[in-house]
């Protein structure tokens, strides 16, 4: 058994889960309703705040999506209660960042300023001009507009310039040695 997919998901108070046809699961709650298609061979079983996946039978293909589609609903009964939240920073010398209505601006050391819009139902807050701050419901969304936001100016290793993940360590190169006679 998967140790991932044969455990329950507790459903807060004041989320509702439904299991529409062919396991579209919706999810609603204070944060949004977030609405998912499961793969329709997965058993989702719902008792009273208690949802558990099973599968139908041992063979790999249902091995392998067990513990992927608890994964999913659990995640999704996180986003619609807590949220999920990225924070990028911005390193370098004129690098910072500004918030135009629902667009993301950014000077990167570019000809131009680098816009963004902000995608349905992501936040994006810029508390200092060096930091980024993303955060919604959907992790997979907030997770793909980090990675975008982060993709105009990745890290470098030998200055350490650039837009990184708070959490993230940047492995710093040495630059030139000067040349020997």
């Given amino acids: 058994m ?63 999506m067990h513990g992927l589609t608890r994964t999913l609903i659990a995640n999704m009964v996180v986003g619609v209660t807590e949220g999920f939240k990225k924070e990028l920073q911005i390193n370098g010398v004129g690098y910072r960042a500004a918030k135009q209505g629902n667009k993301l601006v950014m000077n990167l050391g570019y000809s131009h300023q680098v816009e963004m819009e902000d995608p349905e139902g992501i936040t994006v807050e810029v508390p200092q001009p060096n930091q980024i701050i993303i955060s919604g419901a959907d992790k997979q969304k907030v997770g793909q507009f980090a990675a975008n936001v982060r993709e105009k100016r990745p890290p470098e290793p030998y200055k350490g310039k650039g837009i990184k993940y708070i959490d993230e360590h940047i492995r710093r190169k040495e630059g030139k040695a000067g040349s020997k006679k």
Avoid: C, Y
């Fill in 2 to 64: 998967s140790r991932i997919g044969k455990m329950p998901i507790t459903i807060p108070a004041g989320v509702t889960v439904t299991i529409g046809a062919n396991n579209e699961v919706t999810v609603k709650g204070p944060k949004g309703e977030l609405v998912q298609k499961l793969p329709a061979d997965m058993i989702l079983d719902l008792n009273g705040d208690v949802l558990e996946v099973k599968r139908p039978s041992e063979i790999k293909e249902h091995k392998s």
